[in-house]
């Protein structure tokens, strides 16, 4: 039976009480008043373990904070990469507005097509006043309006588009195919969501999760750990992405070094036993 929700409001020092009745270590009320009234404020209840310390929180939170920077800077890299290929093959389609050739049976295509048509609507970009001024068409043609669309919009038309030698081609840039792409766009635009919100993402169980690649690339499905919910197979598909877009960013290695720094045990993150073995750790 469901109860009303009558939690009351908790002053700093009440929180700190909290805290400690939790199992955790606070010596310094003063810092940790401080910490309260500056950090985010973690919803979930639950105790400590023993010998856990207000230190060991702050270390986490910083921890994922670096960590979100981190990953908002590599999923940033591959969405302005997955843009570039989608206008380039759009491009080479005869007709300028061969984009709208999608899957209309799909539940999603009004409503994308309704999103799609308000961005263009309200951006102030000057190549697209430029077309509203001049031509007669509601929609740019395929390289102008990826200009205005979102990841997440242009993750949703790439899954949509019917020209499936289109995706292929787009996927093959990647050495994924079309399906593993689709769902890997999906899922990494879910995780800079959270990223962009500050949520916590370093021990998060994520409900959409990324799929399995199938036979390529080589090897990377032998890394993947089946039935995962945690970052560690988010962080091995955008190592694998950011290692063909920009090799030298070394995503992989920043995420180990950051993992030391912090002493932060990846257990909790979904890394396997030995996982540090493969190349890809290590600079």
């Given at each position: 039976?469901?109860?009303?929700?009558?939690?009351?409001?908790?002053?700093?020092?009440?929180?700190?009480?909290?805290?400690?009745?939790?199992?955790?270590?606070?010596?310094?009320?003063?810092?940790?008043?401080?910490?309260?009234?500056?950090?985010?404020?973690?919803?979930?209840?639950?105790?400590?373990?023993?010998?856990?310390?207000?230190?060991?929180?702050?270390?986490?939170?910083?921890?994922?904070?670096?960590?979100?920077?981190?990953?908002?800077?590599?999923?940033?890299?591959?969405?302005?990469?997955?843009?570039?290929?989608?206008?380039?093959?759009?491009?080479?389609?005869?007709?300028?507005?061969?984009?709208?050739?999608?899957?209309?049976?799909?539940?999603?295509?009004?409503?994308?097509?309704?999103?799609?048509?308000?961005?263009?609507?309200?951006?102030?970009?000057?190549?697209?006043?430029?077309?509203?001024?001049?031509?007669?068409?509601?929609?740019?043609?395929?390289?102008?309006?990826?200009?205005?669309?979102?990841?997440?919009?242009?993750?949703?038309?790439?899954?949509?588009?019917?020209?499936?030698?289109?995706?292929?081609?787009?996927?093959?840039?990647?050495?994924?195919?079309?399906?593993?792409?689709?769902?890997?766009?999906?899922?990494?635009?879910?995780v800079r969501n959270l990223c962009a919100h500050h949520a916590r993402v370093w021990n998060k169980e994520f409900t959409l999760t990324p799929q399995a690649p199938r036979n390529k690339p080589v090897g990377l499905r032998g890394e993947w750990v089946t039935e995962s919910r945690r970052l560690f197979n988010t962080l091995l598909l955008m190592?694998?992405?950011?290692?063909?877009?920009?090799?030298?960013?070394?995503?992989?290695?920043?995420?180990?070094?950051?993992?030391?720094?912090?002493?932060?045990?990846?257990?909790?993150?979904?890394?396997?036993?030995?996982?540090?073995?493969?190349?890809?750790?290590?600079?």
């Amino acid at each position: 039976m469901k109860i009303p929700f009558d939690k009351p409001f908790r002053t700093y020092d009440q929180q700190i009480e909290i805290l400690r009745n939790r199992g955790m270590i606070v010596p310094d009320e003063d810092r940790a008043r401080r910490l309260l009234e500056h950090f985010e404020e973690s919803h979930e209840v639950h105790r400590f373990r023993a010998g856990t310390s207000l230190d060991d929180v702050v270390r986490h939170y910083e921890f994922d904070r670096e960590l979100r920077l981190l990953i908002l800077d590599a999923i940033e890299r591959i969405e302005v990469s997955f843009r570039s290929h989608w206008a380039y093959r759009m491009a080479q389609s005869p007709r300028p507005h061969s984009y709208l050739d999608v899957d209309k049976s799909s539940s999603k295509w009004i409503e994308n097509l309704s999103a799609l048509e308000r961005e263009v609507k309200r951006s102030s970009e000057i190549f697209i006043k430029h077309f509203r001024e001049k031509y007669s068409e509601v929609l740019p043609p395929a390289w102008a309006v990826c200009e205005v669309m979102s990841f997440g919009l242009l993750s949703r038309w790439y899954a949509d588009l019917k020209p499936m030698n289109i995706r292929t081609a787009i996927a093959s840039a990647y050495s994924l195919d079309e399906g593993t792409l689709k769902s890997w766009l999906h899922h990494l635009t879910t995780v800079r969501n959270l990223c962009a919100h500050h949520a916590r993402v370093w021990n998060k169980e994520f409900t959409l999760t990324p799929q399995a690649p199938r036979n390529k690339p080589v090897g990377l499905r032998g890394e993947w750990v089946t039935e995962s919910r945690r970052l560690f197979n988010t962080l091995l598909l955008m190592d694998h992405l950011i290692s063909i877009i920009a090799p030298d960013q070394k995503f992989a290695w920043k995420i180990r070094s950051l993992l030391e720094s912090h002493k932060i045990a990846p257990r909790a993150m979904g890394f396997p036993a030995g996982w540090d073995s493969n190349a890809r750790w290590h600079p």
